[in-house]
């Protein structure tokens, strides 16, 4: 359980913060910006489900804002060698699975396409499109920690799958793909 009783510490103030373990590290560090990234993505999900009510699956979509609060909690705590299993939350694969039904569920009632698709159409897909971009940013922050330090497999394999899950869901929002907005290759050289 989470108790916060204040919300400035001004122990920050000098450019470090606190992991999960209690450990303190710089705040550009590429675990603090991992997990920065994947906030961002949570912030812009719920203006995915604000702006857009009627978005196909918003309830998933609070459920996925749960789960990138895993995924944020999983990076901020180091793994360390011989961890007692269930001492840090990590992300299981039976996140990312749901994720994957989800996908073909939604691909199912979908044309396969032919060029690929530009942000746009419908406000949702927007919005949808814009998420997907900012969780494949994520899941590159992700990758950079994974470098330098051990991480938990299944948190960049959810953000991998959340990816797609964004681009499926973003072709829904577009009326079931009728309304993409397909890419010209070509179409303003003159």
């Known amino acids: 359980m989470v108790f916060l009783s204040r919300i400035y510490t001004k122990s920050g103030d000098g450019g470090e913060t606190g992991l999960g373990d209690g450990s303190r590290v710089p705040k550009d560090a590429a675990r603090v910006a991992a997990y920065g990234e994947v906030d961002e993505l949570n912030s812009v999900l719920g203006l995915v489900v604000t702006h857009c009510p009627d978005c196909p699956e918003a309830v998933l979509l609070r459920d996925i804002q749960n789960d990138l609060f895993d995924v944020g909690a999983d990076l901020c705590v ?65 990758v950079t920690l994974a470098r330098e330090e051990q991480i938990n497999a299944h948190a960049l394999i959810y953000l991998n799958r959340l990816s797609d899950f964004l681009f499926v869901l973003a072709r829904v929002a577009n009326d079931g793909g009728k309304n993409d907005v397909l890419w010209v290759p070509g179409a303003n050289r003159g």
């Open 78 to 142: 180091p793994r360390s060698e011989g961890e007692e299993m269930g001492k840090a939350l990590r992300v299981v694969a039976a996140q990312y699975e749901r994720l994957e039904k989800v996908i073909d569920r939604l691909n199912e009632g979908l044309q396969p396409l032919r060029s690929f698709i530009l942000p746009g159409g419908s406000p949702a897909a927007a919005w949808l499109h814009l998420a997907r971009t900012v969780c494949r940013r994520a899941e590159r922050a992700v």
